[in-house]
């Protein structure tokens, strides 16, 4: 009897459970909570769901969720690039130590994240009083879940450009300084374009990240419907609240943007194997 | 003097990568930093660009001291041992690159790159992103790229190095006539003799750091002054007591010295006009180098290299023959001597 065989050698049959395990898992883990997600989030009809995406303090929470997002990720793209352009072009000692160090965010709990910027700023706080003097909110307010947000999407973009920076090397740039081109022209019209597909790789992982954040800025935010609120935890109250439905339809949204990140993702990582 | 190196010192942590360097370069001149990897020669050539610091010593380019003028101001092109083409730019861009950081006008530029591709010969090529092009290509690219400022130094580091053996020499002539054509002085770095030998005027040895001796190529050759340089420089034998052979009983014992395989003669004992200033000597291998044979022999318990033409009697592995040293290469204090076989000339010659 001849035996089937596929190209890495293992029988056929390993090949199908294999597959089938795979398949299983993901329809388990993934594809059944996203469906139930929508029939939940459907359950009280097309009107329901209208109102409750529509609904004020849902809207209240989108419009922070985003700010906080587009703040952080513009803080950390421009953090990630500075971070990734000194450890690849430069030489000097530490360099592994910073390399752990922006990788902290990766291993901490994002409740202690969160936690560390309550006892920095909080009424406990290290600079609680200076903070008061000048009026100036940063727990339970905007600028905590900014922070809390920016700690704990820090990671992306510098590890995405990291890697690639360091296999470019800095002949270009020399080759360039030796033309007599300056830092910023060297930047500009050198490292940038030769690093967007991974850079814009990292903002997207990066702005995924921050969009669904809920640990850290939990800790930062009170929970103050309409003011601190985003829309992770919007989720969580409107389900605490026996609101189902309402807290389904909200979190559909976040499904729908997590998707576009995705194809986004896709449709860059695609680019960035093309130009290569 | 066009370019003057004043006793430059570098070191990276605890490694010494120039020692006291020190050389001057006539204008127009073709010059090859010569070494093994590791010698310290692209350490020169990059301070000579400014893309590193020297942290002693001067450099001095037109009689002006460049230490710390910027890569940019110095006037210098660099091609970098990879290229480093942009490859995010086309041909025409990356030529242009230069001229636009120094803000040349629109028209100008267009005319100066136009002018380079066609004389790289790169026509039509313009367009094209470096990832299309063939090493060959892109060097000519790079050079063209080096060259658009109108640099008065040109730099090359390893130019040939990632090049397949059979378009280098090709392109080492290529490279050899433009330069001369252009008239602009360059240093090269190179860690292959043959090809220092083949392109460059003058030629800087350098090891550990260290210039071990600059001279024409003929020179180099011909006149090593340290062992090191008799050593890297064409093939040789090191011998470390020469007096013990025939005809140079004169010398000390312990003398070092260096043969090269031009120098001696192996065949059989019949095949020599005077045999007394001959040495005997065991064939130990064989070897067919193209146009003729390579020989080692085991002499006295020293290990010869020499070549045999084709056109005698092969000889075989383990044969007894007959060497002849015409000369050897001696160093002492003051440098190389080349000393000749004394018995050479036949001490009783018959007048007819």
Request: with cysteine.
């Amino acid at each position: 009897m001849k035996k089937h065989k596929s190209h890495g050698g293992e029988p056929k049959g390993i090949k199908i459970i294999l597959i089938g395990i795979s398949v299983l898992f993901l329809v388990t883990m993934l594809i059944l909570p996203l469906a139930l997600i929508i029939t939940q989030a459907l359950g009280k009809g097309v009107r329901a769901y209208i109102e409750a995406i529509t609904d004020h303090y849902t809207l209240k929470a989108l419009q922070l969720t985003l700010l906080a997002t587009i703040t952080a990720v513009a803080a950390n793209t421009l953090f990630g690039i500075t971070a990734a352009w000194c450890i690849t072009k430069f030489k000097f000692k530490g360099k592994q130590f910073l390399i752990t160090l922006i990788d902290l965010p990766f291993s901490i709990s994002p409740v202690i994240a969160g936690l560390i910027f309550v006892l920095i700023f909080g009424r406990n706080g290290l600079f609680y009083g200076l903070l008061e003097q000048f009026d100036v909110k940063i727990v339970f307010a905007l600028p905590g879940i900014i922070l809390a947000t920016i700690f704990v999407t820090f990671p992306f973009v510098a590890r995405e450009l990291i890697p690639l920076m360091e296999a470019q090397g800095t002949d270009e740039e020399a080759a360039a300084a030796s033309m007599g081109a300056g830092g910023f022209t060297i930047f500009w019209r050198i490292t940038l374009p030769n690093i967007k597909w991974g850079l814009l790789y990292g903002i997207i992982l990066c702005t995924a990240r921050a969009m669904g954040e809920f640990g850290a800025v939990s800790v930062v935010s009170g929970h103050i419907r309409g003011k601190t609120n985003t829309l992770p935890l919007h989720i969580e109250i409107l389900y605490s609240e026996y609101q189902f439905s309402a807290a389904f339809a909200v979190s559909s949204c976040l499904v729908m943007i997590a998707v576009i990140i995705l194809i986004l993702r896709n449709l860059v990582e695609w680019k960035a194997k093309k130009s290569r | 003097m066009y370019i003057e190196v004043n006793n430059l010192n570098k070191t990276f942590g605890k490694f010494k990568a120039s020692k006291e360097v020190s050389f001057t370069i006539e204008k127009g001149n073709l010059v090859a930093l010569l070494g093994p990897s590791g010698s310290g020669k692209t350490t020169i050539l990059r301070m000579l660009a400014g893309l590193e610091a020297p942290d002693s010593g001067d450099i001095f380019i037109d009689g002006k001291r460049v230490n710390k003028i910027a890569p940019g101001e110095r006037g210098i092109g660099f091609v970098f041992q990879n290229y480093a083409l942009f490859r995010h730019m086309t041909v025409y861009e990356n030529i242009a690159f230069g001229l636009q950081v120094k803000k040349a006008n629109k028209a100008k530029i267009r005319q100066r790159v136009e002018e380079l591709i066609e004389l790289v010969g790169l026509k039509g090529l313009d367009k094209r992103y470096p990832h299309q092009l063939s090493g060959g290509q892109k060097q000519r690219v790079a050079f063209a790229r080096a060259l658009a400022p109108g640099p008065s130094v040109l730099l090359l580091d390893e130019p040939f190095a990632a090049i397949d053996a059979k378009i280098r020499k090709e392109l080492r002539t290529w490279l050899k006539n433009m330069i001369h054509k252009l008239g602009v002085t360059s240093i090269f770095v190179t860690h292959d003799q043959e090809e220092a030998i083949d392109v460059a005027d003058e030629i800087i040895v350098t090891n550990l750091g260290a210039v071990e001796q600059k001279g024409t190529p003929v020179e180099i050759y011909k006149k090593p002054s340290t062992p090191f340089v008799a050593h890297f420089i064409g093939e040789s034998s090191i011998i470390e007591n020469a007096g013990i052979f025939k005809g140079f009983k004169d010398l000390h014992e312990d003398k070092k010295s260096i043969i090269r395989p031009e120098f001696i003669e192996i065949g059989r004992i019949e095949e020599f006009v005077n045999p007394l200033a001959t040495d005997r000597g065991i064939i130990k291998n064989v070897s067919f180098h193209g146009s003729s044979w390579e020989i080692s022999v085991d002499m006295k318990g020293c290990l010869l290299t020499g070549y045999r033409s084709l056109e005698k009697a092969p000889l075989k592995v383990g044969e007894e023959i007959a060497v002849l040293i015409h000369r050897l290469y001696v160093f002492d204090e003051q440098g190389t001597k080349i000393v000749e076989n004394k018995l050479k000339v036949d001490p009783m010659p018959v007048y007819i």
